[in-house]
Structure formats: C-alpha cells, structure tokens
C-alpha cells in the first residue's frame, strides 16, 4: 500500500482552519488537522512544500516510522509550525489505519476506558451577574461542569468574554487588535465571581477558570489561595510555562488544582511539571503535539505521576482534532475532562462527523476511524482570511501575556 496524494486545503468557515487529507491506492483516505491559530499559512506552506514531497509513495501504515522521519529527519526538531503538521498527517494516518481495519479508532488504541467522555463549557459575561446567568444556561442544557470567566472592572476588553453575541472571541481582526490589563484589579475581582458562580450552581457543577498566562507565579499562587474556598476542578494556565520549575511557587502555596499546556508542542515542553508533579492536568493537545502517536507518550508519561488529561478543545482546531481527541479521551486510562466549544453551522457543514453530544458528555461514534471528514467543495466556498489574535498591554504600554 502506498500514499499516492496528499492534499492541503485552507478554508475558513467561520474561521481558518488547515486540513491534510491522505490519499491511498488501497482507496482508504484519511484528515488530519494542520491549524495554527493566527499562523495557518505557516503550516500549510510547510505541509506542501516540506512534508507532501517526501510522504508520497510511502507505506501510510507505517506511522512509527513516519512521524520520526519526520520528527528528526528534519534536525530542527519541535516549533508549533512543525509540530502541528506532523499532527496533521499522524492523524490522518492513524485515521486510514483504523479504516482499513474496520473500527473506531479507539477499539485500534486499545479499546473503551470509559464509557462517555465528561466535557466543559465555556461560561461568560461582561459582568458577573451576566456570567453567573450565562452558567445557568450552561447547566440547563446539560452540561456538569463550566469554565467560569467575565469582564473586569475598568478594563475594555478582557479574555475569555465574547462580544457581538459571539460564542467565542476568534482571530478575527486583519491585524492584532491592542487590549489593556491590570493585573491588580483582576486578582480582585475573579474571587469575588467564583463567590456568586458556586453560590447559583450548587456543589455539583465543576468549575473551571483560564487565567492565560497573565500572572507571574506568586501573584498566580495568591489567586489559588483565594479560589479554594470554591473547589475549582482547575486554575488553567497561571503562568508562562517556558520556566517549568518556576511551577513549584505555585504548588507550594495553593492546593487549587493546576492545568497548563494548550500550548506545549512536545514531551519537552511538561517533563519537568509531570514528573514533579507541579501540575495535575496536561493540557498539551492531539492538534498541536505531534499527533496521536505522540500525545500517547505524554499521556503515558502523566500516568506515570498521577496527572490527567485535559485536552484544549476550542474552536480554533476544527472538528478533525475534536474527533480525533474524543476516540483518545474514551481511551486513554487517565483521563480528566474534554474541553467543549461548539463549532459554528458552517464549520460542522465542511467537516462532517459522528461525534455528538448529551447530558454533559461527549461520545466519538463508531464510524470506522475517527468519524470526521472534509467536504473538499464546501470547503472552497470558504477562502482564507488573514485573521490575528490581540495582544496585551499592560496600562503603561507594556506589551503582556494574551
């Protein structure tokens, strides 16, 4: 058997998103998921220009092989951009393999952990009586456990709360858009949020929160200590991770659970916090990290010291990486939770899947591989729109953390 076509489609329903799909003589194809939110032209160009020359004519079930062939055949080893089309293809293949033998991915992985896989939702306001009102929607549609995040006082715009009624803040600016911050005036008021959030919702609900990064670590050690009265499920992202050890302030100061990594493209990037045990879930995910193949090393790793899964799931990774995750997440033994960001109608349009949703759970499917694909001529009615980020500085004009 051999890979006879690779083809590398952009398009934006909604937003950018870059799929690979691998073509086989055998007739089996598979997707795989490229985005790179805010550089998906980065990815796109390596893909073509980089990795389709070199793939076409090889055995596409040798995925072990392939992705060290394309791991440290290249020498610059790790980066986002490559990181990110290693995954595309991985998943692609490991989505042709499960094909070719007829099952869902996860009965190739090693068959059913669990039943149903627990996902959270994003609740928001521009206030926190907006937020609080937002999580009570959440919890009547079904969901057990939401991601809790409003507006600051005195600060125009702030992560995590949409504007226009949109369900998620995209990339949606031709050149990043410029947010101010204060960090002092947030410390004070997110306590203050989880106060009213865990008053409504009862003790049932799991809370969560995103700090992204913005603190350093002692001001994220306050903000633990000051979130444990409510139980958070976790604190994501408290500070820049590049500094592994600098996790331990954290840790040493507040039992509020910790969850980092939506950013992390390798091993590398969470040795060190997996096995000190500075974190208690893995953030790192399928889309970003390489792929299955090497998500399953990390995965196999937190095990090892008693930390969790927690994959990011937002929007700006299609529906490929949420199927892809899903047949992960029914699997993999140490599971945490499943971040859940509905798409937009557009975007479930070009990437037909059997995943769905109910009571707070997510389920794959069990159509052979992993239940997504790409409408190739919907998706051409979807050009790429250059789209950025914003970024964030702080009220002296210091570029920040977003």
């Not at 803040?169 to 101010?180: I, Q, R």
């Not at 302030?249 to 091993?267: C, D, H, K, L, Q």
Request: glycine fraction near 10%.
């Amino acid at each position: 058997m051999k890979i006879t076509a690779i083809k590398v489609i952009v398009c934006s329903p909604g937003r950018n998103f870059v799929t690979a799909k691998v073509e086989t003589d055998a007739g089996a194809h598979g997707v795989g998921d490229g985005t790179l939110n805010g550089r998906e032209l980065a990815v796109a160009a390596y893909l073509r220009d980089h990795v389709v020359p070199c793939l076409i004519g090889r055995d596409p079930r040798r995925i072990e092989d392939i992705w060290h062939y394309l791991y440290r055949g290249a020498y610059w080893r790790r980066g986002p951009v490559t990181m990110a089309a290693i995954a595309a293809i991985d998943v692609a293949l490991w989505d042709i393999k499960a094909k070719l033998a007829g099952m869902p991915l996860y009965q190739l992985l090693g068959g059913r952990s669990r039943d149903r896989v627990l996902v959270y939702a994003h609740g928001h306001g521009a206030d926190i009586d907006e937020a609080v009102d937002d999580a009570l929607r959440l919890r009547e549609r079904g969901y057990r456990a939401i991601r809790g995040q409003c507006g600051i006082p005195g600060l125009a715009r702030t992560y995590g709360v949409p504007v226009d009624g949109k369900d998620y803040e995209p990339a949606d600016a031709p050149l990043p858009a410029e947010h101010a911050w204060n960090t002092g005036r947030y410390l004070e008021h997110v306590p203050k949020l989880f106060e009213r959030l865990r008053s409504g919702l009862g003790p049932e609900v799991a809370l969560l929160h995103d700090v992204h990064h913005r603190l350093t670590p002692n001001e994220a050690a306050q903000l633990g200590r000051a979130l444990e009265p409510f139980r958070l499920f976790w604190m994501e992202d408290p500070a820049p991770a590049e500094n592994q050890a600098a996790f331990r302030r954290i840790r040493e100061m507040t039992t509020t659970p910790i969850a980092v990594g939506e950013v992390f493209n390798s091993i590398h990037d969470c040795h060190q916090l997996i096995a000190e045990q500075l974190i208690d879930y893995v953030r790192a995910n399928i889309g970003h990290s390489g792929g299955i193949t090497h998500m399953r090393r990390i995965a196999h790793l937190a095990e090892l010291h008693h930390v969790r899964t927690g994959f990011h799931g937002a929007t700006d990774l299609s529906p490929v990486t949420m199927g892809a995750a899903l047949h992960f997440d029914l699997w993999v033994p140490n599971f945490g939770i499943q971040e859940h960001m509905p798409h937009s109608a557009e975007t479930d349009v070009v990437f037909p899947h059997a995943y769905r949703f109910a009571d707070g759970y997510m389920t794959p499917g069990e159509a052979p591989g992993h239940g997504v694909d790409i409408d190739e001529s919907l998706a051409a009615k979807f050009p790429y729109r250059r789209a950025y980020l914003p970024v964030n500085r702080l009220e002296d004009g210091t570029l920040w953390h977003w």
